[in-house]
């Protein structure tokens, strides 16, 4: 080893190698000896262990158990891990269901190679060890878990740092490249031409750079974006992993590191939240927002106050028009050439927006609590009889009112078309989304929602007719698959969704309607946006509202 050399060990980045951390390098001695021992040692223990002075170890103790870090048995007074240690630890693990799909891999990976398989994310500008499937073979790779080493020297390390911007890159080098051994890569402009191998062959190798006589071979999980997640490897000594053998296995990894990001795209979508990039278009708030619908003719989102009552419409050209002079409230609105329609109890109210009205009587006792625009410009109505507890969907014409085309127990909140499969139909007080299937004429549950979710309640359709659901009290919207499983939750900062619509520029906008009558002082207080219209990008194109024929 030359002078300039350093001999690799974990050590290196201990935390008690760090200035200023001595207080908490020892709260983590404490936590790191209350995990391996629970409910095992108390004070006395504790400090023979760790020599931490009685007053001091007092002192830390008491503000681990403020956090919830640790707790004491009140009989034993025996230490062991708190919840909210438990808590975090819960939050790391399942975040993207990393951890649990590769692990799948890694024992494969490990039973077909006879080499120990690691998974590895970065951590500042070291790679972190998070997994590790053993070798069966006496002399072999043992890193230990959660050992952090460098990147520019570990094939985790420089197939993550493969996919990093240059920014990125030139932060995780600035301290420099520290030499372990003769084939470390220590300078920049070097390292940075191995990575654009490593980038275009879709793996790395560490021959012997951190540890003499260990070969390694890893590739990247990137993410739907190309962004890398984490990485996985197999690594031993060089005579068992000789050059060769190290291509054969980089081409391996590769397609194993594939089908791991394959398998985790829907668990990132799914957990994937946007809090604090909400777009507030209102400056006054409605009682109870609803039937948001995009006219993509004038780039505007057209909705209704439905206790105002009043039309509401926020884009290029916002308005508001009062309909106090109905002296009732509204159901649900749609688009229609040269204005909206809107539903009144029993009518149908057609309204070219500037004064001019027509309201065509239906049948007492039978309500229209939503309209919607078929792709063919056709009027569809969900009307509910409350006697019966019956809803009727279908077709509404102004000559001949309303055709029955499917009866639903209880009251439909919302439907939504979704191509030549027919419509989507959400059932709350079911918790059921329905799927109405036109050509047929008949119904299908398609998707049973948890009551501990919330009620679906409102509906949107993507471009390749995925419903969006809105659900009451449930403080967010769920994109469901085909099979009728969440995909994907895009948290809200409101309680009660009403109504959601995909619009905008690029149709990816998600506008959500809600309601703030109804709701407690401290239910306001915590979600003073209720009332509001409101919109996120959710980086997927929906359809705009089709405009019904006159």
Known sequence: MSEHEVEWSPELIHPKNVAGTALLGKACDILELIGRSPGVLDQTRLADQTGIPRATLYRI???????????????????????????????????????????????????????????????????????????????????????????????????????????????VVREGLAKFTEKTICDGEQLKAHLAIVRARGYAIDDEEIVLGTRCVGTAILDPAGKPLAAISVAGPTFRITAERAERLGQELVDVARRISSLLAPAIKSARHDPGNYKVWTKSTAFVGAAPRWDARAQRLVWADLLAPAIRADGVRPFI????????????????????????????????????????????????KVLRVSEAGEIWAAAYNAEANMSLVGPWRRQSGMET?????????????????????????????????????????????????????????????????????????????????????????????????????????LFVTSARTGLSRESLANAPLSGHLLSIDVGERGSADPVARR
């Not at 028009?321 to 057609?350: K, R, T």
């Open 61 to 171: 103790l008491a503000a681990l158990i403020s956090r919830g870090l640790i707790r004491a048995d009140p009989r034993t007074q025996a230490y062991t891990l708190g919840f909210n240690f438990l808590d975090l630890a819960q939050n790391a693990w399942s975040s993207s269901d990393l951890a649990s799909i590769a692990s799948v891999e890694l024992r494969r990976l490990r039973d077909l190679t006879g080499e120990t398989a690691y998974l590895a994310v970065q951590d500042g500008h070291h790679v972190l060890s998070l997994g590790r499937f053993e070798s069966a073979h006496s002399e072999r790779s043992n890193a230990r878990l959660g050992a952090l080493k460098p990147m520019h020297c570990t094939s985790q390390g420089k197939a993550i740092l493969a996919h990093l911007s240059d920014a990125q890159f030139d932060l």
């Open 321 to 368: 028009v009062s309909l106090q002079a109905l002296s009732e409230s509204i159901n649900s609105l749609c688009l229609i050439e040269g204005g909206v329609a809107y539903s009144v109890g029993h009518d149908i109210v057609i309204d070219n927006l500037s004064g001019g009205q027509e309201r065509i009587e239906g049948t007492p006792g039978i309500s229209f």
């Open 405 to 509: 085309v499917f009866e639903m127990q209880g009251q439909v909140s919302d439907i939504a078309f979704c191509g030549d499969a027919g419509l989507f139909a959400t059932e709350p007080s079911r918790q059921c989304v329905y799927l109405l299937e036109r050509k047929a004429a008949r119904k299908r549950k398609f998707a049973d929602i948890p009551k501990v979710a919330g009620a679906p309640c409102a509906l949107a359709v993507d471009e390749h007719f995925n419903p969006w659901v809105g659900l009451s009290d449930g403080w967010s919207v769920v994109k469901l698959n085909e099979s009728g499983e969440i995909e994907r939750t895009v948290a809200l900062p409101v309680p009660r969704p009403t109504g959601i619509a995909f619009g905008g520029a690029c149709m990816s906008e």
